[in-house]
């Protein structure tokens, strides 16, 4: 290693002392500056106390000297280069502002909030004042003081409109955790928080309300109904306000969303709550036209096909969601068409002597309109009766269910297929 001489040292230092005193202050200051735009952090640091070696009492300089300090994570140095600016310059609002990023950052709150008034006080229209001031109340949990701030910091400066985003999908990953770890009520509160910073961004409620769509499936799977329920509710509210914020073709994904928790309100038992459910999902899809008309046809195409290969009951169940879905589509006279078809196949049984082929048709079609079961066979097949005249009334939307014990794991049930299988 070659040593260095004092010779070497004196002159060093005398060409430090005249690179120091060939700039101004200023001139240090705005080289720190340009370091620190260019996140050159180390040598903006070392600038500023150059400008500070030509002033101590330089405010600015101290103020810029917390900036690097700051942003190379030293932040109780910054915090005393911030609090030295004000002391020479009380009126220099930066520094106050600097002073209340920085307490937010060491997570002293209640000293940052304090910053932050301070800075509002010195100028109510300094919008990053009120943009921190929001900040810290977000963190303390006071969400409606922290839209406030932001409102007002929006209201000055346009370029903080994007802080509504940010708090809204930092809470949204909050609940999303909490559903995750099975804190359901918490992941509520933290869900109904974030509705207060909704913004134009619809997607990022859709998003969320997705994830928590595929985790309710999950939860149903594993036959975990409550839990499952819960999160169904959550993705359900959700997807609303994402259809509030900007209406599209979601309403699908809104039906698809109240069908799975039909579903799940049918395995919990909760039967009258499941006809409640199942005309929001009417009402979904009716907001979105071309979607409605795609389901209804699903539906009776179901339905037919159900019936022409002799699948009577799920025929039946279908036939009956596809008429209440579209009560105005002609479904319900198809229905009785094909009612009454299979009445008159197993009246032409019993006239030709069939008896017992002309019983099993008769089974087959009071299963596929319970409503027929109200005369007895003797009476149906009596030649005294106007057939025709019995038939063309009575229907009334296939109200009646007509099993009475309900078992929803038996595939064959009609009430498991009216209320899952065919929407």
Known sequence: MTEISSQDTNKSAQISSFNLSSKTKQQWLQEGITYYNAKGYEESLTVCEKALQLDPRYAQAYYGKGLALSKLERYEEALLAYERAIQLDPDYIKSYNGRGTILYKLKRYQEALTAYEQVIELNSDYAPGHYGKGNVLFELKRYSEARKAYDEANRIDHQFESIYREKSWSLLEQGRNLIEAKHFDEARKVYKNAVRFVSSQSEDYAVHATFLFQEGIRLFELKHYE?????????????????????????IVLGEMLIAKGEVLF?????????????????????????????????IETAQSLYEKGCYVKSYAAFKRAILFDPHAGYLDDYKRKSKDLMLRSLDLYKHGRYDEAY?????????????????????????????????????????IRSIEVDEDDPQNTFYFYYTLYW
């Open 360 to 400: 099993a048709a008769y089974e087959e079609a009071i299963t596929f309109n319970p409503d027929s079961e109200k005369m007895s066979y003797e009476e149906l097949m009596s030649e005294e009766i106007d057939f025709t005249e019995w038939l063309s009334g009575g229907y009334g939307g296939a109200r009646k």
């Open 267 to 299: 395995k919990l038992k909760r039967y009258q709550e499941v006809l409640d459910v199942y005309k929001q999902v009417r009402d979904a899809y009716m907001a979105d036209p071309q979607a409605y008309s795609t389901k209804s046809s699903f539906l």
């Open 227 to 251: 839990e499952a329920l819960d999160v169904y509710e959550i993705a359900i509210w959700l997807q609303r306000i994402a259809l509030r914020i900007n209406g599209s073709s979601t309403y």
